[in-house]
């Protein structure tokens, strides 16, 4: 929306310039830009509206802090890589500059593998440049605004510009407003083309300087750069300045009326940039996307009968682990490497769920109870109803197990094991005792063995919360009989009086209706959903 207003507030400004003398209708263009700020906010709401609803009970419900929003800040240093690719290192090899441009909290690598921006489109972009184009100004004001609000952290403007547009002050990772300046720039470059192809004097002089300025710094980089980053700086800015010249020769031919210069301008622009990013095209068999993984054919298998997804946690320490026994000699085998382990965020096509899940839509009560429970891992799988672990394993040649409660399935890799979690919370139980206390109690008590067991469980203060007296226990049997993203159904046979909890995400939005009547849903162990059930046969959806 703010780009399109700023785009529509230049063309008319421009128009008017550009055409003196000749009205403008000013209820005609109002009118334009009203409508097409509806258009923008309704085709933009598709996408705000179920994020908003997701992030409600987030920690991305309030603006983020600027350690957190100033993650993955564009690095000056990768200004360099605008003009020579691969400049930086081999994303999926040696990368010899992670250890100054890195992000620690990924994977040691930065967001973006490659920030080329195609010398040959930074070239044309220069020549769009000409007196009395408050047009093409108006382009480079917005490149280089982008450009400086990418860079984050390195400089002061990300934070007044979160300050300043508020809304924006939710999102995170400045890299991601490069792709403004990829806007503005594709734009410039399809100007600068027009005049470099047109009857026009050519403005190769800026072209000779771009090229000059690739050349001078690629003599000095090995004396800047140490190895073997000097030899991927080179290699980069050999490219940038190939690139370049080509612009420059294509100038000449046009300044001669030559028919070449056009095709001549579309296939230099092409091979610069096809040939920057090809190596960066991660192609792999079509079988890692369409076979189901071995893990995920035991899990589903094991799970047969049962109407709920399976849920699984996934140890961060796999991939190393794996990696120290498993070499992958490339792209394919390493991206095999990790579905064969079930990586986070891909068993979800399968119907498995992951625990805890990704970060962004993590409610934060839970996120603050997956964090209580790290002491005591084995509780916390218990707790939130995790049926299956893939866990390290040291040295893979012992084949004695020593993880107690855990039940060995398969080594899914040399590094890698699938266990199932004995003693897990059904997703639906009975508990007979109830108490009614706040957050900060619940969470210390979260763990107590009663707890974890499913026969006690901690109620927030509600209206409709009212504590159980009787001793910790189970008031009888549950079992889930449909499950969907918006519907689950279960049918309970209560003892006695009890609360049915269900061990899914609570939310303000959910309903319930047992045996026909709505019933109230209460909140419980910080975020499950629970329902007062009297003895007896239930149903409950």
């Known amino acids: ?97 992670a250890r100054w441009i890195g992000e620690p909290h990924l994977d040691g690598l930065p967001l973006s593998y490659s920030m080329y921006m195609g010398a040959s489109a930074i070239a044309l972009a220069l020549a769009a440049f000409r007196r009395r184009q408050r047009f093409v100004v108006a382009l480079g004001a917005i490149a280089g605004a982008a450009l400086l609000v990418a860079m984050g952290r390195y400089l002061p403007v990300h934070g007044v510009f979160r300050y300043l547009v508020f809304p924006l002050a939710y999102m995170r990772l400045p890299e991601k407003y490069t792709v403004v300046l990829v806007a503005a720039l594709a734009l410039l470059a399809g100007l600068g083309a027009a005049r470099v192809l047109s009857r026009e004097a050519q403005p190769w002089r800026r072209t000779a300087i771009l090229l000059a300025s690739i050349v001078g710094f690629g003599i000095a980089s090995p004396f800047i750069f140490p190895f073997p980053w000097s030899g991927y ?111 986070t965020n891909t068993a979800n096509a399968w119907g498995i769920a992951m625990m805890p899940g990704y970060d962004a839509a993590i409610p934060s009560r839970l996120v603050s109870a997956w964090a209580a429970g790290q002491a ?36 899914l890799l040399p590094g890698a094991r699938l266990y199932r979690v004995n003693g897990s919370l059904p997703r639906v139980f009975l508990a007979a005792h109830a108490e009614v206390l706040p957050d900060p109690t619940a969470l210390a008590r979260l763990y107590e063995p009663a707890a974890v067991a499913g026969e006690s469980v901690w109620l927030a203060p509600d209206a409709n ?59 419980a162990n910080l975020n499950m959903r629970a329902l007062v059930l009297a003895p007896g046969a239930h149903h409950i959806v």
């Open 1 to 97: 929306v703010c780009f399109g207003l700023t785009m529509a507030i230049v063309v008319q400004v421009s128009e008017r310039h550009a055409r003196p003398g000749v009205p403008v209708s000013a209820r005609g263009w109002l009118a334009t830009v009203a409508l097409s700020l509806v258009l923008a906010a309704g085709v933009g709401a598709v996408v705000v509206q179920p994020a908003r609803a997701v992030m409600a009970s987030t920690a991305r419900a309030a603006p983020l802090a600027k350690a957190e929003a100033e993650m993955c800040s564009l690095h000056p240093l990768r200004l360099i890589e605008f003009v020579a690719p691969g400049s930086m290192g081999d994303a999926y090899g040696e990368y010899p500059a």
């Open 233 to 343: 700086m080179a290699h980069g800015l050999r490219h940038g300045a190939m690139a370049a010249l080509a612009v420059l020769g294509i100038q000449v031919l046009a300044a001669r009326g030559s028919r070449l210069a056009p095709a001549l301008l579309v296939a230099t622009v092409a091979f610069d940039l096809a040939a920057a990013c090809w190596p960066l095209q991660g192609f792999v068999p079509r079988a890692l996307a369409a076979d189901k993984p071995r893990a995920a054919q035991i899990v589903l298998a094991d799970r047969t009968g049962h109407a709920e997804p399976p849920r699984l946690f996934r140890s961060e320490v796999v991939t190393g682990t794996v990696m120290a026994w498993t070499q992958a000699s490339n792209h394919a085998q390493g991206e095999a490497r990790l579905q064969q382990t079930l990586v």
């Open 376 to 411: 005591d891992r084995l509780a916390a799988l218990r707790l939130f109803g995790v049926d299956y672990a893939v866990l390290p394993v040291r040295d893979p040649r012992e084949q004695t197990d020593q993880r107690a409660d855990l039940q060995s399935l398969s080594d």
């Open 465 to 523: 919360a009212h504590p159980l007296l009787a001793p910790p226990g189970r008031a009888g049997t549950c079992r889930m009989e449909s499950f969907s993203n918006r519907r689950l159904e279960a049918r309970c046979d209560a003892e006695r009086p009890g609360l049915a909890v269900f061990n899914e995400q609570y939310d303000r939005g959910w309903g319930a209706m047992v045996d026909g009547r709505p019933a109230p849903v209460l909140r």
